[in-house]
């Protein structure tokens, strides 16, 4: 009888329900926040993925790709044959455009760089971390296609990342390639499907995959 | 509730057998009526000893340092420390494994003796069990201070990661974290759970409403009702029985660390055992270095008896001895073991090694101190008890230092032999931590009612009843509800 | 000494961390360090920097980024070229390796050859040219000292004209020299460097008539005999000594290797009787010989004049060690060498002459050619003549081309001083060091990588010297220097060096382009090495020779003191290197120092021990040095390297070690005859890689042999032990399913050295960092490859074990399962694999490696390096952050590479793989393969009875084997020289 009054005269009558409410919010947030963190990392704003890139020049894709029909390899010649695909020098675009296009505008950087020797300072768009080994001669020479990481550059406007680039995205890959590959022929063809007949990719890991396992740690890592 | 038609008579009066041995050493003297007695133990909430303030700000400064050496570590590295190839872990490993050791009487006397109906641990079990969970504070803090990127923490928790790859569970530091987050919550539940009563008795009695609002929230709105009471008991044990099997499960995961490695010294398989009782060993001793000051500084002679010394005494005894026990074990595996570098490690290096001189006090120290204790007049003489208590806290720190350091500076190959020398940092963190301790045990000591008011009167309620029952043979009659 | 205080400053170059104690933290410091300390949790920012692609402007020819192009060429030392091939990422040269088709190479590489990448982007290269304090330029220069201008000063005939330069085998320098004389007839040049001798110059020509070097064949050496000697890691031919004997070796196991050297050298841990002796003592021991030998070579019949026996003055250990080594040399007339080395007087060279004379070696084992150095021996290499004239003046303008004489110079001369008073002074030096300080003009050198040039091997082989990078701070070259004394500035060195070559038409140079292409590509031009000469040594020669060794007779009461080159340093020329720096010393692991090296028996005498700081005198000169105490080391002889106590610009090396130029005089450059040792109570806390030598019996299964036991036992080949039982048998390696390649490593403990060049080769393939003075004495070197180095037995006369330890690839690797995120796991090929951004460094797996070759970032090491030191930095190697463990890795990116190869090429199997170790070391005694091939040549020592697994009973199964060094029986009749 005493304590009661005691506590009426301490507390409101909500008292109860809003500790309750408290200790329920506290427990709850245990759980979410860590929950709601690794949903985060899982979306594409977390990945950076569909996030436009702002380029020197404002190059097309489509144009060069869909247009012109242009091949990757053209322009990224080192694709097939080192770890990195490279991008094409001031002079390889300036061998094409020297009569088209060179005295507008969009060129000025090109021009600027012609002039001075500087080289074009062209914004990453698929960027890895430097402990990660990529090497595109292995991956284009294995029936990976370019798309597969990249996507359909030939619908670009400005080239963007379109895959997670999550290492559990790579593995996924690396776990089990053969559905994924391509034959060598396709490597640069934008929009190929996968016919359920061809098995030219589980031939490709038939053939020298053997050598070492795609999921070793350093297959990537050294 | 129960009602216990029994006539107050004083304890003591009566001289059956069973009460003769509560009358050598009672776990309450002259105790007053409950009223009285809940203001005696509740009064140092409400009036701060002198010496309080200043104790406080020293360990606060000491914290302060603790986490400036934090910063240090975390600025410029592990380097900051005097580790090196091959002594990979030192002091931060030491103190780790011997805070969790301390952490451990806590949960032993509230669970364990909870069960094995000791009534004595009633009076002294809060501020054990306080001891526990700022030991254990201080213990999760230098595995994450001791990562070379701790920043990375998490990556020891199995969760789904965007990597793909999981912890190594085969590795016994995830089990760690498992081991000692699950302790923590449950400690902290356990010591939770038999403040609330406490609390609402000191939101009921405390001068001014302000304090009796905050003592009001964490009281939890307890009514001390019948109901209240049942659900109490209820829940309170149930957390005794899962926390009991905590007290030997965490220390025996923390020997693991070491017992699983394949490095004389550590590679052996008596480790579990042998840390938990190690651990308890070192946390009954800290309990002393506690409960003695609090039991003069705040008059508890009534409810801190010396029949609680004398039990904890005992304790460290038969722990003293089982420890001995165990170093004998050790050095026996390794010379009948007949391993060359077994041999070396436990029987040249420890003995005659350079850090032989800690490995000699360490023994002298955890194994002859408490032998003392086959004397009844020295368990109960507070000067022995006290110091004892210090000695043993540290020789147990002593002991993970030779375990660790003294295993690791000389391996198989001499060429990597190499010694192994603290910095500024090491001693700060050590240091540190004992500060963080205090200043947290101070704390408790001021705002917490550290003396388990309700479980005292209710123990006394039932030794009252007990020796008043208690017929010629010692046997108890039926309790009438 | 002084030089803890100087410690901070030495410490400048090392990440902040390493260097500056933690002891200091300033106010400001403390509220961010506490921030941080609260800020714990807060740690992990994911984003990374944007960095942008810069494609070139106009791509070159045969550049393509991400592949490695490889280029010959030639690092001079000394003036002897050394042959290798440089890696060279996108235009930055990444790695030096050695060039298989140049004689003094044979594809191995030095210590020193590797570590001269990191010289090329040493940030304390001097920068710019200047005159007196103002900048200069270079054509401020060629004005300044063309013909024209220059004559006015130093006279038509350049009579006020000298130039200073280190001893050089160029033919293009020396033509220009010879145009430099047409200019001016009588300008004067004078050849100096601190290591330089002419002792064998002297003993050639007065014991064979001619100025001649000899040259070995160890492949045909049944006994070898090194005189104070280090044959198989000093010198400009020890690469390919090494590897010869290394042959020679493994084709014949019962060659044996004799060595008496005064303090223990990577030679001396190797042979199978070695003896401690000093200096003299080693002289005196040469006459033994010759006189033993002829008397032994009476029963062959081979007799000569000479027959008293001036043992005498030896004692009994040396006694009885000519005796057995006289026998042995004997026993193999006409396939043994006799060596001496380059810091014993003419005499022991005549002596050593008229030995391989004697047995018959000259003409099979042993021969001459003229010296590779121009004027070799010649007055002009004498220092002390062109300190007289410029002391006396006359001498107007000195030209010092590079070395460093200031530094270098013995301090009786006192060429700083001399220097300072010559008017105009010209210094062409890659660094602002104690000659730069005193000369009036300082042209920064152009580092050989980055120069046009040639040289001469040691047996006249000529290479040339191509660029892989432009010079980083406008260095120049000496020819250029010398073109423009000479009056042709315009010229550049490439166009010099092919009016150099076409003149010398006819001598071996190429002449036409497809020549010169060659000799670019190969690194080598055919067929210049000089002709061999045989010639018989004169008796007279050899009896006043003995005369004079006698009348020397062996010190025995006071002490001598050798002045040796350092491992690390050289003569100093390194000192700014802090890969040599850290590169412990092969015998003593010495780091970061130099030290009086001395035998137990003589530091116990003294009351001194290691650290103890003693004062060195030589007549009125005196010296502090720190004691480092060696067993081995003859007692009565002290051994102090050079190259250290630099006081110049050298930012690493200001304030390590001690200035021993400051003991040495002209007269006694090399060996202090009668020095005193004194104690000054003081201490000085050496860097030791390794503080533990003895191996506390167990030798049996660290490095396959049990001391004792192989003294009786005639082979010390035992028993391998069995791989453990075990529960789960191990697949055996087969090439078909995952992991086609099995990889694994086997080290020849019979033929390694310890020379350490595999260290510093997997530094540099590895971006290993440096730890700093601090670092090796708190045990914190980053070094993926160690050498430990054993000493055990009695300490007149021990065992010397040398093991190359690094990761084992354990199949059961103990690292693994205490690992708790799987940083550390194994690769289905064998690889006991570290993933770096997995990492979170608890360091277990360093506690439960029982080899203890795992390597902690205590501090970001790789955080505060220089830019210019960025670019030696390998790209296919991660680079490593605070906080994680590293360790060796097989050179996994070596191997990946080779297997993408193979597999874009179709190739089923994977193509070979080399290992940056395996690359470098000179008496290949590393080999490294798959098992999966049972032809490999690892496969094949993997099963050879000699190998072994180090701590096989722990059931690690390594993947790396050692084979257990082959040593002698006892021969009981002699006891002193005892078989090792």
Known sequence: MHITCEVAALFSA?????????????????????????????????????????????????????????????????????????????????????????????????????????????????????????????????????????????????????VPLTMSWCLDCHRNPGPRLRPLTEITTMGYTHSPSDTSGVRLVGQGDRIRRLTDCTACHR | MTTISAPRSDPGSNGSRAHAQLERYPIMRELPDDGTLTTQLLAPLWTSHPAWKWLFMASGALSLWFLFAMGVTFARGIGAWGNNIPVAWAYAITDFVWWIGIGHAGTFISAFLLLLHQRWRASINRLAEAMTLFALVNASLFPILHLGRPWFFYWLVPYPATMGVWPNFKSSLPWDVAAISTYFTVSLLFWYLGLVPD??????????????????????????????????????????????????????????????????GWHSTIFPPYFVVGAIYSGFAMVLMLVLPVRHVFRLHNVITRRHLDHIALLLLVTG??????????AFGAWYSGDLFERYTMLTARTRGPYAVFFWIMTAVNVLTPQLFWWTRLRTNVVVLFVVGVMIWIGMWLERFVIIVASLNRDFLPSSWHLYAPTWVDWSLLAGSIGLFSFLFLAFLRWVPFVPVSEVKREQREIAFESAYVDRDGAMPEVTR | MSRRVEQPEVNLEFPPGAADPPEWVSRRDFLTLLGAGAAMAAGACMRRPDKPILPYVEAPADVV??????????????????????????????????????????????????????????????????????????????????????????????????????????????????????????????????????????????????????????????VVVALDADILATGPFHLRYAREWADRRRASPSAQLHVAEPTPSPTGTLAARRLGATWSAVAAIATALVDAVHRDARSTGRVSGTTDASGGALTPDARAWV??????????????????????????????????????????????????????????????????????????????????????????????RVVGAVHNTVYLGAYDDETARVSTWHLPAAHYLESWGDARAYDGTTSVIQPLIAPLHGGRTADEVLAVLAGQPNNSTHDLLRDAWNSARGQGAPTTESDWSEALRRGVVAGSAFARATPAVRGDAVAQARATVAARGVAREQIEIGFVPSHAVHDGRFADNGWLQELPDPVTKLTWDNAALMAPAMASRLGV???????????????????????????????????????????????????ANALRTSQAPHVAPSAAVSRTGRSHELALAQTHWAIEGRGSSIVGEDGEAQRSTASSVQPRKRRPLTLYEPKPPSRDGFGADQWAMVIDLDVCTGCSACVVACQAENNIPVVGKDGVMKSREMHWLRIDRYIDGPPDDPRFETQPMLCQHCEKAPCEYVCPVNATV?????????????????????????????????????????????MAKNPEVTIRARGVMEKCTFCVQRIRDAQMASRLAGDPATGPVVTACQQSCPTQAIVFGSLTDPESEVSRQFGDPRSFSALDELGTVPRVRYLARRREADSSDSSGGRAR
């Open chain 1, 14 to 162: 909500r008292a109860t329900t809003i500790a309750r409410g408290v200790i329920i919010a506290g427990l709850t947030l245990i759980v979410l926040i860590p929950a709601m963190a690794m949903g985060w990392v899982r979306t594409p704003w977390a990945r950076g993925e569909h996030h436009t890139v702002v380029q020197p020049i404002a190059f097309d894709h489509r144009i060069h790709v869909t247009g012109l029909r242009i091949d990757c390899r053209y322009c990224h010649a080192d694709a097939e044959r080192t770890a990195s695909a490279g991008l094409p020098s001031t002079k390889k675009c300036v061998a094409c455009h020297s009569q088209t296009w060179m005295s507008t505008s969009v060129m000025a950087p090109i021009r600027r760089s012609l002039e001075t020797g500087r080289p074009i300072a062209w914004a990453r768009v698929t960027q890895l971390p430097d402990f990660v080994y990529f090497d595109h001669a292995i991956h284009v020479g294995r029936g990976v296609g370019c798309e597969t990481c990249h996507g359909r550059v030939d619908r670009m406007a400005t080239a963007e990342q379109v």
């Open chain 2, 199 to 264: 609390l609402a008795a000191a939101r009921d009695r405390a001068p001014g409403r302000t304090r009796r609002r905050v003592y009001g929230v964490f009281a939890l709105g307890w009514h001390g009702s019948g109901t209240e009471w049942r659900h109490y008991r209820v829940a309170y044990t149930l957390l005794a029985g899962l926390a009991t099997p905590l007290v030997v499960s965490v220390h025996s995961i923390v020997s693991l660390d070491f017992a699983i490695a394949q490095l004389p």
């Open chain 2, 321 to 330: 001895s089982l420890l001995a026990y165990s170093y004998l074990c050790e």
């Open chain 3, 65 to 222: 980024p991400g592949m490695p192009l490889y280029y010959a060429t030639a690092m001079p030392l000394d003036g002897y070229a050394t042959g290798v091939l440089v890696r060279s990422n996108t235009g930055r040269p990444t790695k030096i390796e050695g060039n298989p088709d140049h004689p003094a190479s044979l594809g191995a590489s030095g210590a020193l050859e590797q570590a001269s990448l990191l010289e090329l982007y040493d940030p304390h290269r001097a920068e710019a040219m200047r005159v007196g304090r103002r900048r200069a330029t270079w054509d401020a220069f060629a004005a300044a000292f063309a013909p024209a201008a220059l004559s006015r000063r130093v006279g038509a005939r350049g009579a006020g004209l000298r130039v200073l330069m280190p001893p050089t085998t160029s033919p293009l320098t020396a033509s220009l020299l010879g145009r430099l004389g047409e200019a001016y007839p009588d300008a004067r040049t004078h050849f100096f460097a601190p290591l330089a001798s002419s002792a064998r110059i002297a003993a050639a020509r007065t014991s064979l008539g001619a100025a001649l070097v000899p040259q070995y064949d160890f492949r045909a050496a049944d």
């Open chain 3, 323 to 416: 005796a057995a080594v006289a026998a042995d040399l004997a026993a193999h007339a006409g396939h043994s060498i006799v060596v001496c080395g380059e810091r014993q007087p003419s005499d022991v060279h005549v002596l050593t002459n008229a030995l391989n004379d004697a047995l018959g070696n000259v003409g099979t084992t042993v021969w001459y050619t003229p010296p590779a150095v121009l004027n070799d021996g010649g007055p002009d290499h004498d220092l002390s003549a062109l300190a007289t004239e410029l002391r006396t003046g006359g001498v107007d303008t000195l030209v010092i081309l590079d070395g460093n004489p200031c530094y270098g110079a013995p301090s009786d001369i006192e060429l700083s």
């Open chain 3, 609 to 659: 021990a290691t650290n103890d700081v003693v004062k060195l005198q030589v007549g009125d000169r005196a010296l502090d040095t720190p004691v480092l105490v060696v067993p081995g080391h003859a007692d009565g002889a002290v051994a102090l390297a050079m190259g250290y106590g630099r006081q110049g610009g050298e930012a690493v090396a200001r304030g390590v070690g001690v200035n």
């Open chain 3, 826 to 870: 194994h690769s289905e090929d064998g690889l006991n694999e570290m993933v770096y951004n997995r990492c979170v460094g608890t360091r277990f797996c360093s506690n439960n490696c029982p080899y203890k070759v795992r390597r902690f970032n205590w501090f970001d090491y790789n955080g505060e390096i220089a830019e210019t030191e960025r």
